[in-house]
Structures are given as C-alpha cells and as structure tokens.
C-alpha cells in the first residue's frame, strides 16, 4: 500500500531551521506531484509548499517564500521542505501529500491529495 513518511520535526528556536524529509513507497513518485501542507491547533490545514513531477514547477505559500524551499529526488523517492528563518508562527504539523493529477499547483487545496503521510510535529519557540 502507498506510504508516506516523513520525518525531520522537532523542537527549534525561532529562527532556526529545519529539514523535513518524505520518504514514498508503494506508488510510482515520479508521477506525482508532491506538496507539503500544515496544520496548527484549531486551525485548518493549508497548503505551504508543492512541485511538479519533474521539479519544473515549484511554489510557496506566501507566508513562508523566501524562508521555505519543497524538493524532490526522484531516485530516492523523497520530497524535502528546507525550513528557514522560523518563527514560532510556524508551529504546525506538517504532512507530505502525493497530489491528484490536475492540481492547480500553485493553489491546491486538501481535496487535491490522493495520499497523506502521518505529519511531523514543528514547534518554534520564541
């Protein structure tokens, strides 16, 4: 069956930066899309980051360009978000998710995902 896990998380001071790691297994990857979402208490997962198959398109949410960056190694199965600059604004779980074909990238939303990882705790202290 399709897994998705990721790995990276932790406690870190603002800012501090951090490397989250998804490792896929039980799909073809390099047919996916890949993207990274966040979910912080009470609040409503959203989208942070996504890239195309072959790493042609790549965006950022507003909130994290510039301190953010997704990528992908296709041999190894694996999408990385390098974490910047972090902010305790930043604490959230944060979940990989392999995409449905036809997701407007730039803008995808939960419905978009065909598969989720577990999500790794992020916790930014001040």
């Known amino acids: 069956q399709v897994q998705l896990v990721e790995s990276g998380g932790g406690l870190v001071q603002a800012g501090g930066s951090l490397r989250l790691s998804c490792a896929a297994s039980?799909?073809?990857?390099?047919?996916?899309?890949m993207g990274w979402f966040r979910q912080a208490p009470g609040k409503e997962r959203l989208f942070v980051a996504t890239?195309?198959?072959?790493?042609?398109?790549?965006y950022h949410a507003d909130s994290v360009k510039g301190r953010f960056a997704i990528s992908r190694d296709n041999a190894k199965n694996t999408v990385y978000l390098q974490m910047n600059s972090l902010t305790p604004e930043d604490t959230a779980v944060y979940y990989c998710?392999?995409?449905?074909?036809?997701?407007?990238?730039?803008?995808?939303?939960?419905?978009?995902?065909?598969?989720w990882g577990q999500g790794t705790q992020v916790t930014v202290s001040s």
């Open positions: 890239i195309s198959r072959l790493a042609v398109g790549i």
């Open positions: 039980g799909l073809t990857f390099s047919n996916y899309a």
């Open positions: 998710a392999a995409l449905r074909a036809g997701t407007n990238l730039p803008k995808p939303t939960r419905y978009d995902v065909a598969y």
